[in-house]
């Protein structure tokens, strides 16, 4: 196989060696709530802000500036998204045995936080993706939090779709402060019981080191995309997939794999339109050995094992 573009060298930053980074602001918006809160967002996100809460009347004028057709997008989504969610929606079980009453009673969790990550990108379909199955499992209150912009408010399309899920309380913080914040509660902040949502190295931190006092969806990301095409594949959609994943951060790691001299080169040349941070475009012997390839990928080794298996560059 052949490494035609971009081989970095590592990960720009390890789990480990911002866990007593992220305790202290953990610590301290403990200790210091909605004081702490807005110092971490005037330092973090370069925004003065007054408040924590957006009410309703300012999350109206956020989402003022969204087009219609945007808004309309987002509610085809959400209609796929609810009718999909709703097929899958569990049903009690009861069954009598000798008399005896037995079965499942399925209820949904009461309170839980949606982190929806921002800063150079905006991520909506984060919120379509965590609420709409919240709303279908009738969670009974929701709550969000997302960076805010430079004019204080979230972005428009969160703030659209804040609204439609119907929302309990839309908070303009981002980061592990957030996280801490849904975790532990503040004079604003109310405590949830399950955190969800992506975000960066620092997010993830957060929740893994708050899941013991709240209950989390889990500790994801990096974000990893591996695409297997040959020679017929659209290499227009190969590269929007590409730069869609790359836009989570600097640490993402996307990949083609393909025997297609001709699929590499289109695909290069369209990505040179795009920032994307880091990416790979590997020419194989076949399929088979993309398949191969594929399956030996680990989030730790990857590097090693390009490396290793490098024949030519």
Request: charged share 25%.
């Amino acid at each position: 196989m052949t490494i035609v573009k971009n081989l970095p060298s590592g990960r720009s930053r390890d789990f480990g060696d911002v866990v007593e980074y992220v305790k202290n602001i953990i610590e301290y918006v403990r200790i210091y709530g909605d004081k702490a809160l807005i110092e971490f967002t005037k330092k973090f996100d370069g925004v003065e802000i007054e408040s924590i809460k957006i009410d309703a009347k300012e999350l109206e004028k956020c989402m003022d500036v969204l087009p219609n057709s945007v808004k309309n997008s987002i509610d085809i989504i959400y209609n796929h998204l609810f009718n999909i969610h709703y097929t899958t929606l569990p049903k009690d079980i009861k069954i009598n045995i000798n008399g005896v009453i037995m079965g499942i009673n399925w209820r949904s969790i009461y309170r839980i936080g949606i982190y929806v990550p921002g800063g150079a990108k905006s991520y909506p379909s984060t919120l379509l993706m965590a609420g709409v199955p919240a709303v279908v499992a009738g969670v009974k209150e929701i709550y969000i939090s997302s960076p805010p912009m430079k004019n204080k408010c979230v972005d428009p399309a969160i703030a659209y779709i804040a609204m439609k899920i119907s929302a309990k309380e839309v908070y303009r913080i981002g980061g592990a402060h957030a996280i801490a914040a849904m975790a532990y509660g503040t004079e604003s902040v109310s405590k949830v019981d399950k955190i969800v949502g992506p975000g960066n190295i620092y997010v993830q931190v957060a929740k893994y080191l708050v899941q013991g006092d709240v209950d989390i969806d889990g500790v994801e990301g990096p974000t990893e995309l591996v695409i297997i095409a040959d020679e017929h594949a659209d290499y227009r959609k190969i590269a929007l997939d590409m730069m869609a994943q790359s836009e989570h951060g600097k640490d993402v790691l996307v990949m083609l794999l393909t025997p297609s001299d001709k699929l590499i080169n289109e695909v290069e040349k369209e990505l040179a339109h795009d920032e994307i941070h880091r990416y790979y475009l590997i020419k194989v012997k076949d399929i088979d050995e993309a398949l191969e390839i594929s399956k030996q990928i680990r989030r730790l080794n990857i590097y090693l094992y390009i490396l290793k298996n490098l024949k030519h560059i």
